[in-house]
């Protein structure tokens, strides 16, 4: 058994330690009520756009009339949007999501560019020969104009031609305890709800279907982007949260044994002690 002076030495440790979780718990979940209220804010926005986009869609004849991102052609190039976290310490997410995207990039028959947003993921395709077109980082408290970029490379890339399908690959958000891996196809648009959305006359359009729709599209991208990286914060702060709170718990949990470690060391070094004494005098006595 390790000496007290050792004991001791790790319970301060493991102590010092278990604040500094306690602190990094305290502080995600901060940061994770407000994630989670922008989440549920913006996935109504994302829904209602969702919903008028596929009624449009199935109203406007897009054989007839061009519409640049709903044009569904031969799959060449493909762009992959990878959002990760910034930082670690937070359990299995990081894993979860760069193995995601993994088995996207195996499963397709067509090589993908990665447009990287977070330092995990690049550090992880990056190390895996994949060819990264940009790395971008987003601040903590993400606004839709911060996304602008990544809009911009999606939709200019695809109406230009440099790549024809566009994914994206983040964690879904469900609880704090369930954030799921996904991949999303976001462009071409696909009218995925066609035969469950009604008719397009409950809907009067001015100037017309088509000039809304076409309006409307590179919209309904951004925020869908967007949507995504709100997504991600909320699942990165949970994941975290999480992460730390059982990382405090088992330090206590260690702290406590090792106290009762460190008591019976002393436990054993006042018996021996004392049966030292007790020989002295039998023997002195003995004399």
């Known amino acids: 058994m390790p000496s007290t002076k050792e004991l001791r030495a790790r319970i301060r440790s493991v102590s010092n330690?278990?604040?500094?979780?306690?602190?990094?718990?305290?502080?995600?979940?901060?940061?994770?009520?407000?994630?989670?209220?922008?989440?549920?804010?913006?996935?109504?926005?994302?829904?209602?756009?969702?919903?008028?986009?596929?009624?449009?869609?199935?109203?406007?004849?897009?054989?007839?009339n061009n519409i640049p991102l709903l044009e569904r052609r031969e799959v060449k190039t493909k762009l992959m949007i990878l959002i990760t976290p910034e930082r670690?310490?937070?359990?299995?997410?990081?894993?979860?999501?760069?193995?995601?995207?993994?088995?996207?990039?195996?499963?397709?028959?067509?090589?993908?560019?990665?447009?990287?947003?977070?330092?995990?993921?690049?550090?992880?395709?990056?190390?895996?020969?994949?060819e990264v077109i940009e790395q971008l980082d987003i601040p903590d408290r993400p606004e839709i104009s911060d996304t602008d970029r990544i809009s911009e490379i999606a939709i200019d890339g695809f109406i230009d031609g440099k790549w024809d399908q566009v994914d994206i690959v983040f964690s879904e958000f469900f609880s704090t305890t369930s954030q799921i891996p996904k991949s999303q196809t976001i462009l071409p648009i696909t009218n995925e709800e066609e035969d469950s959305v009604g008719s397009s006359h409950d809907y009067i359009y001015e100037p017309s279907s088509y000039d809304v729709l076409v309006d409307l599209t590179p919209k309904y991208v951004r925020a869908q982007i967007y949507q995504s990286i709100l997504e991600a914060f909320a699942s990165e702060h949970s994941a975290r949260m999480v992460a730390m709170q059982n990382a405090t718990d088992n330090a206590n949990e260690l702290i406590g044994q090792l106290t009762l470690d460190l008591n019976k060391a002393r436990q054993e070094t006042i018996t021996a002690e004392l049966l030292d004494l007790i020989g002295g005098i039998s023997a002195l006595e003995g004399k």
């Open 17 to 64: 330690t278990s604040k500094v979780t306690g602190a990094m718990q305290l502080i995600a979940a901060s940061k994770m009520r407000r994630a989670q209220q922008h989440v549920l804010q913006g996935k109504k926005y994302s829904e209602t756009l969702h919903r008028l986009l596929m009624n449009l869609s199935s109203s406007v004849d897009q054989d007839q």
């Open 88 to 130: 670690g310490l937070a359990g299995a997410l990081v894993g979860n999501i760069n193995r995601k995207a993994l088995d996207v990039i195996n499963a397709s028959s067509t090589k993908y560019n990665i447009l990287s947003v977070g330092k995990k993921g690049f550090r992880f395709v990056n190390s895996r020969g994949q």
